[in-house]
T-cell receptor
Framework: AQSVTQLGSHVSVSEGALVLLRCNYSSSVPPYLFWYVQYPNQGLQLLLKYTSAATLVKGINGFEAEFKKSETSFHLTKPSAHMRDAAEYFC????????????FGDGTTLTVKP | DSGVTQTPKHLITATGQRVTLRCSPRSGDLSVYWYQQSLDQGLQFLIQ???????AKGNILERFSAQQFPDLHSELNLSSLELGDSALYFC???????????FGPGTRLTVL
């Protein structure tokens, strides 16, 4: 079985501040981990993915995430928030088993204040 | 543009009716997924197909059904519609099940 927990359904930061969105996962086999972003009235799009190569993964728009097996975490960070980063962010886990089905977290809405 | 297309973009219908949502995956992708997104329930996985066969089921109601055709496009059929079925319905595709998914723009269904 696999699951994802995103801590904090809403996160608010000031423009220029550090962004930290938390994701913890549970998986009985080595996981594949993803972060997706959803802008208003759009579909989800991939920000970055972890597939057992480097534990620090760099994605688009200046985001990165670090896979920490000991903490079963895959937190998303960005050093300096921009107004355009305001969106909903989803963490997801999948594996080679379980028919490869991805399990998504409940999402975190990021608000960026000017 | 993810390469996944969904039609129609918007659909307004009445309770008790039946609708069909259509999805064309990215070229080369064999897996298709359907999701429902609403304000109160968030993003809910409905069902997955791989190369024409059902692979995984999520929180899909018995009133809903889906299929994937030989040309790999997929349709989601929603019947006996209720007000609570109003939501955004997303289709996504991937090369294989465990890979990243590419989402379509969604179909917004409004049931009046």
């Amino acid at each position: 079985a696999q699951s994802v927990t995103q801590l904090g359904s809403h996160v608010s930061v000031s423009e220029g501040a550090l962004v930290l969105l938390r994701c913890n996962y549970s998986s009985s086999v080595p996981p594949y981990l993803f972060w997706y972003v959803q802008y208003p009235n759009q579909g989800l799009q991939l920000l970055l993915k972890y597939t057992s190569a480097a534990t620090l993964v760099k994605g688009i728009n200046g985001f990165e995430a670090e896979f920490k097996k000991s903490e079963t975490s895959f937190h998303l960070t960005k050093p300096s928030a921009h107004m355009r980063d305001a969106a909903e962010y989803f963490c997801a886990v999948s594996s080679n088993t379980n028919a490869g089905k991805s399990t998504f977290g409940d999402g975190t809405t990021l608000t960026v204040k000017p | 543009d993810s390469g996944v297309t969904q039609t129609p973009k918007h659909l307004i219908t009445a309770t008790g009716q039946r609708v069909t949502l259509r999805c064309s995956p990215r070229s080369g992708d064999l897996s298709v997924y359907w999701y429902q997104q609403s304000l109160d329930q968030g993003l809910q996985f409905l069902i997955q197909y791989y190369n024409g066969e059902e692979r995984a089921k999520g929180n899909i109601l018995e009133r809903f059904s889906a299929q994937q055709f030989p040309d790999l496009h997929s349709e989601l059929n929603l019947s006996s519609l209720e007000l609570g079925d109003s939501a955004l319905y997303f289709c996504a595709s991937s090369v294989q099940g465990h890979n990243e998914q590419f989402f379509g723009p969604g179909t917004r269904l409004t049931v009046l």
